[in-house]
């Protein structure tokens, strides 16, 4: 099993910047891409970005330029710093992670964009 846990989500007004992090842990072995997905009210989920374990990355056209994921090997963690911010990024944000073609999520944080 894969424990995914989120934190870092709150109040933000436009223009700010907030960082998530989504710390691993478990039968973390094998996970060979871990990303953030979001969801927000009234909307479909939507894919946000991904690192794969090569070190890659990959962001959706509405977030490129003002999020930027990372990860901690050291610390099984990952990283999205968004800046910018815009009230159409408020959402719930999820952490995924692929292992070995299973995807997983964590249990999400909220982030909301308002002033």
């Known amino acids: 099993q894969v424990q995914l846990v989120e934190s870092g989500g709150g109040l933000v007004q436009p223009g700010g910047s907030l960082r998530l992090s989504c710390a691993a842990s478990?039968?973390?072995?094998?996970?060979?891409?871990m990303g953030w997905d979001r969801q927000a009210p009234g909307k479909q989920r939507e894919w946000v970005a991904t690192?794969?374990?090569?070190?890659?990355?990959n962001y959706a056209d509405s977030v490129k330029g003002r999020f930027t994921i990372s990860r901690d090997n050291a610390k099984n963690t990952v990283y999205l710093q968004m800046n910018s911010l815009k009230p159409e990024d408020t959402a719930v944000y999820y952490c995924?992670?692929?292992?070995?073609?299973?995807?997983?999520w964590g249990q999400g944080t909220q982030v909301t964009v308002s002033s």
């Open positions: 690192i794969v374990s090569g070190g890659s990355t």
């Open positions: 995924y992670a692929n292992r070995v073609g299973i995807y997983l």
């Open positions: 478990g039968s973390i072995s094998g996970i060979n891409a």
